[in-house]
């Protein structure tokens, strides 16, 4: 298990979603070792890895979502189908990683990253106007939901730096059953899977608190 590819996004202007100028998801591989550190609250801008940044900040960015893994093994399935050449980085993650099961991974697994790093799976992504408009793929998100194989938000426990070749290992399992995949289900088409989400400590806050809210309502 290893990180292939390590992706920083550069700002381009974002046609897709009103009101955000910009996006940071044309993420592009970087040489060289790139520091990542706990962003803080969402509301800023700010991510894990330095120089990169998002610019929808309501929705993304801060501590639960510091860090963004897809796996390069999901990118050749989805090109295969998509007939099309989907570069790292092309789903705007920043490591994209070999020999992980990242959809597999149960939120609040944590991993070691090279000889510092340490990280812990946090949620599902879930698809947007940007993410559809970024891969001119009509009819995306309904198709990447119905696909389930989300990749994984990381957030931040030790940092320290990262660069392609590095080791990823598995250093803490939770005692639970959620995967990724079966946060992202039950966050989208599945809403009966919800209650099963709750055992998840490391789920963000606001995800557990309107889970708990759907469950109780």
């Known amino acids: 298990m290893r990180v292939l590819s390590v992706n920083v996004g550069r700002p381009r202007p974002n046609p897709w979603k009103p009101g955000t100028g910009l996006t940071g998801i044309d993420k592009q591989p970087v040489e060289g070792p790139v520091a990542v550190t706990a962003p803080g609250p969402k509301g800023t801008g700010e991510v894990g890895l330095a120089g990169d940044r998002v610019y929808d900040v309501a929705h993304h960015g801060g501590t639960d979502q510091a860090v963004y893994a897809y796996a390069r093994e999901d990118l050749d399935r989805w090109a295969a189908e998509l007939d099309r050449t989907l570069d790292s ?92 995949e079966l946060a992202f289900r039950a966050m989208t088409l599945e809403p009966e899977l919800l209650p099963r989400l709750l055992v998840a400590d490391a789920l963000p806050e606001v995800d557990r608190e309107r889970i708990r809210r759907r469950v109780s309502g």
């Open 89 to 180: 980085g092309s789903f705007g993650e920043n490591l994209t990683t070999v020999g992980v099961e990242v959809n597999r991974a149960l939120i609040g697994d944590r991993w070691r990253v090279g000889s510092d790093l340490v990280l812990e799976v946090s949620c599902p992504r879930l698809p947007c106007g940007t993410f559809q408009g970024w891969l001119r793929e009509s009819g995306w998100i309904k198709r990447f939901t119905l696909a389930a194989v989300p990749g994984a938000y990381l957030r931040v426990i030790e940092p320290g730096q990262v660069r392609a070749g590095d080791p990823i290992e598995v250093v803490r399992r939770p005692d639970h059953e959620v995967t990724i």
